[in-house]
């Protein structure tokens, strides 16, 4: 990966973008993310960092949380969180 | 015995009424009537099937979806069941009206049709004087609405060089996804193959102004090529029976929107059996599904489960079976038939409009 400048820090506030959301497949048993005319599947952790996306929540704060839900160490978690956000983010899946 | 896995996406073509006569229109030749479309129970079970075979989203189209009255019901009951829903428009019957009942209804996407940049293609592909400036006022009040807008052109030899104007458009619009989708030869567009497939260097100097314009960024581009320049056959549908399903205003269940070409196999109907049971288990989904059907070259082919034979439709078309691999690839023994048409294609025949 190359070194750019993070848009997503622990301070940000992130939701789905218009047209995006995060949904349960409960007929293939997967979590997937719709969006203007695909859906991606997603898997491992995933899953549960978006759905704590709600608005209102700060990276720093879904970081906290699943640290504590996971008893994972909170460095481990927080490069995982921000990795992923980071991407969607730049993907305009999410957005601040 | 195991089920095939679900359909990922439902095309609802709730009717084949529309304001536009283009002469690549992707309804069949024999259009239904306004007498034989589904009513809105029918549609709403329909939509209720489709979510719980495990259809993730529904596209409204047409036709034009506007002229059916109950749209902005059916798009409610796509969001009550957590369908992600599309709305295919050519935009022309759009007002801030409707658009703000569809917004409430839940709707999450519009995919807007362009047939051109100017006034005059657009007249002379579409038949309908005043169409280009609805479009526009369309395209700033979904804009204005925040629902995700995708602007689709289709591309033909007359308007193919004007596809950096396209993109500007776009952008001027603030659409977040084009789509430059060249024309597609079944049905109409076949009957006006002559008249609309682009020279090989016209298909080049179109793939080079959109990989220009995505090298610029913030604007995503999907790209459909015609196949007839090519030399191995697109994975047409994902695959026949395995990611898609169709449901025609009368509601006949397809494979794909020009299925009905098919002989020999019956076209089954939501209103006779359901979507499941036509799903998993009708001879239609079943003939082309799989590798099992596949004649020499694809039999032995390393492709086979990547382009699944090609289209069965083009395959019916070209060489009058469906079950013979797509004429597009090299290695069908009716390629020329596919390098005749592109020569022959540099006459200049009068268009054909769709009517009923």
């Not at chain 2, 581009?221 to 196949?227: E, G, N, R, W």
């Not at chain 2, 098919?262 to 590798?291: K, Y």
């Not at chain 2, 596919?338 to 294609?345: H, K, N």
Request: negative net charge; proline residues 6%.
């Amino acid at each position: 990966m190359t070194e750019t400048p993070r848009i997503v820090t622990e301070e940000t506030v992130l939701s789905f973008a218009r047209g995006h959301r995060l949904q349960h497949d409960r007929v293939r048993d997967l979590w997937i993310v719709q969006a203007p005319e695909k859906a991606f599947v997603i898997e491992g952790a995933a899953p549960h960092i978006l759905r704590l996306l709600d608005g209102k929540r700060s990276v720093g704060d879904i970081i906290q949380q699943l640290a504590i839900e996971f008893s994972a160490p909170r460095e481990v978690i927080a490069k995982d969180v921000l990795a992923l956000l980071s991407e969607l983010t730049e993907k305009n899946v999410l957005h601040t | 015995m195991t089920l095939p896995s679900p359909p990922m996406s439902l095309l609802a073509e709730l009717t084949h009424r529309c304001p536009l006569s283009c002469p690549y229109c992707s309804n069949p030749l024999e259009l239904e009537r306004k007498a034989a479309e589904l009513d809105t129970a029918t549609w709403t079970s329909v939509l209720e099937q489709a979510a719980e075979l495990g259809v993730l989203q529904v596209h409204f189209s047409g036709g034009e979806p506007m002229v059916r009255p109950d749209l902005v019901d059916l798009v409610s009951v796509a969001r009550r069941l957590n369908l992600y829903s599309n709305l295919i428009t050519s935009g022309v019957l759009l007002d801030e009206a409707k658009l703000e009942a569809l917004d409430k209804a839940g709707l999450d996407h519009i995919q807007l049709s362009f047939q051109d940049v100017t006034e005059a293609g657009a007249e002379r592909i579409g038949g309908l004087k005043g169409a280009q400036v609805r479009k526009i006022a369309a395209a700033r009040l979904i804009r204005a609405s925040g629902i995700p807008m995708t602007l689709n052109f289709v591309v033909h030899r007359e308007n193919v060089a004007r596809i950096p104007e396209m993109f500007a458009l776009a952008r001027e619009l603030g659409a977040g996804r084009v789509e430059i989708a060249h024309t597609q030869y079944y049905g109409w567009g076949l009957k006006n193959r002559d008249a609309l497939l682009p020279s090989r260097d016209q298909l080049e100097e179109s793939t080079r102004a959109v990989e220009a314009e995505r090298a610029k960024g913030g604007l995503s581009v999907d790209y459909v090529t015609p196949d007839y320049h090519a030399d191995r056959p697109k994975p047409c549908m994902g695959g026949w029976g395995q990611r898609f399903v169709n449901v025609t205003p009368s509601g006949r269940v397809l494979p794909c929107h020009a299925a009905e070409i098919i002989p020999d196999v019956a076209f089954p109907n939501v209103q006779d059996v359901t979507l499941s049971e036509i799903w998993n288990i009708s001879p239609l989904f079943n003939m082309f599904r799989g590798t099992d059907w596949m004649p020499e070259p694809c039999r032995s082919c390393e492709r086979k489960e990547r382009d699944w034979g090609g289209c069965r439709c083009q395959a019916m078309a070209l060489t009058g079976n469906a079950a013979n691999t797509d004429p597009v690839c090299s290695l069908s023994p009716y390629h020329d038939r596919v390098e005749q048409a592109v020569t022959e294609a540099s006459e200049r025949p009068e268009l054909l409009y769709r009517h009923f």
